[in-house]
């Protein structure tokens, strides 16, 4: 493995605070999702998972301390901190596991359950967990403006589907189609529509 302070370009003599800045930029921009049907994909996905390994290394943590974390610390925020962290890394059936083992499910738990949910690509559970978590806290901006972006690219995937689709064609639009059709099958030798 590469050396880790190289890696997450920070110096030998960085502080915890430091690293963990480095590493939340450098896994923001390597992130998977930014590379979707993007050529990149793999050498990111690569790099994401050196950024990880690095961070792993220099933070003290291995695949990982985070459960015995969990069982020493108790309920509270700073499960939650480290449940966003996670899925930051992309770690999310580790995630799922301490999110899962918490019996307080409070708008925040709602909103971390449908992120996972989200980064997994189940959009409808995604959407229906965050939803909850705003209906939980609706002062909460972080869930409302999530859910906006979830909802807003579900409906944009809806609109460029039904335009594909030709979701709003005419009658004389799919008569005149017919007509073609029918004239170009004749021309060939075929009939697609039989006169009586």
Known sequence: ????????????????EEIKKAYRKLAKQYHPDNYANNPLADLAAEKFKEI??????????????????YRRSGEGAGNYAQIRNLIQMYRLDEAEQILDGLTNR??????????????????????NFIRQAVNLEPNNMEYRMALNQYMNQSRQYRDVG????????S???????????????ECMGGDLIPCC
């Open 106 to 127: 409070n708008g925040e738990w709602f909103f971390l359950k449908g992120t996972i949910f989200l980064q997994r690509g189940w959009y409808a559970q995604g959407i």
């Open 52 to 69: 990880n390994e690095a961070y792993e290394k220099l933070s003290g943590g291995s695949a990982y301390s985070a459960g015995e974390e």
């Open 162 to 169: 039904s335009g594909m689709a030709g979701g709003s064609m």
């Open 171 to 185: 009658p004389c639009e799919c008569c005149q189609g017919l007509i073609c059709a029918d004239c170009c099958c």
């Open 1 to 16: 493995m590469k050396d880790p302070y190289e890696v997450l370009g920070v110096p030998k003599t960085a502080t915890q």
